[in-house]
């Protein structure tokens, strides 16, 4: 069974850096792309990374950038430069899906972590 488990979130101040993981088990990265989500109060979950089975990563936030560790089974995001709209629940997620694509719709993602809180505020 696959299953997700984000760490990383926490108070950051503005203009500081957060690194959320996502450990991954009952499947190779290699076989999967991993997107990042976030969902803000009052707010439509909205993607903001992903990275494709054969690594190739995609970011909407220049200031966010999405890696994995294949040997670990984890998914990285690296966010810097933070403010205090980035402050949300971010989720990781997985599709079995081969190749350089991975989709930033999460209506593509049929497996889901528990998602950790992030703030940003003085």
């Known amino acids: 069974q696959l299953q997700l488990v984000e760490s990383g979130g926490g108070l950051v101040q503005p203009g500081g850096s957060l690194r959320l993981s996502c450990a991954v088990s009952?499947?190779?990265?290699?076989?999967?792309?991993i997107g990042w989500f976030r969902q803000a109060p009052g707010k439509e979950r909205e993607g903001v990374a992903c990275?494709?089975?054969?690594g190739n990563d995609f970011s909407t936030k220049g200031r966010f950038t999405i890696s994995r560790d294949n040997a670990k089974n984890t998914v990285f995001l690296q966010m810097i430069m933070m403010k205090p709209e980035d402050t949300a629940v971010y989720y990781c997620?997985?599709?079995?899906?081969?190749?350089?694509?991975?989709?930033?719709?999460?209506?593509?993602?049929?497996?889901w972590g528990q998602g950790t809180q992030v703030t940003v505020s003085s």
């Open positions: 990275i494709s089975a054969d």
């Open positions: 009952g499947s190779s990265l290699t076989d999967l792309a």
């Open positions: 997620a997985a599709v079995q899906m081969l190749g350089v694509y991975c989709p930033l719709s999460d209506r593509e993602y049929p497996y």
